[in-house]
């Protein structure tokens, strides 16, 4: 406790702990929200699922999405919980790159946020940039299988 405490102030800890908890909160709402509604569907469209193969189908879809999305949504409470055990080791918060505070208004936002906003900034230019790069090596072979 007293390590986390040398490197991150009582304030910043509890303003990022907030953050994360309320999140969390929020998810784990909308998660049994899409559960309970996933379910009330279930029983209601019980009877006429067996009669009608083609809608079933349509709904296994339907259903299939609201999955994916709860799953989704259970990774990010993953990640939240992981992040708040960062937050206790005292590494959460800082950035990836020059270790640096990352800005509580940033991680209001993005959450999981790994970089300041310096140095995502540097490498957002450098990803396009290689993209760029990539995108013109690729029209150029593209040129070569055509004109070969
Ligand atoms: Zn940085």
Known sequence: MKSRLNCMNEERYRELRCILQERREEIAGEVQNKIRTVRTEATHSGGRRLT????????????????????????????????????EEGSYGYCYECGDEIANERLRVLPFAARCRSCEEVRETERTRQRVLAARSKAVSLCGAISG
Do not use: P, Y
């Open 52 to 87: 009608d193969v083609s809608e079933n189908s349509e709904l296994d879809i339907q259903d299939d999405i609201e999955f994916a999305l709860i799953q989704m949504k259970a990774e990010t409470l993953a990640r939240i919980a992981a992040a708040l055990v960062r937050l």
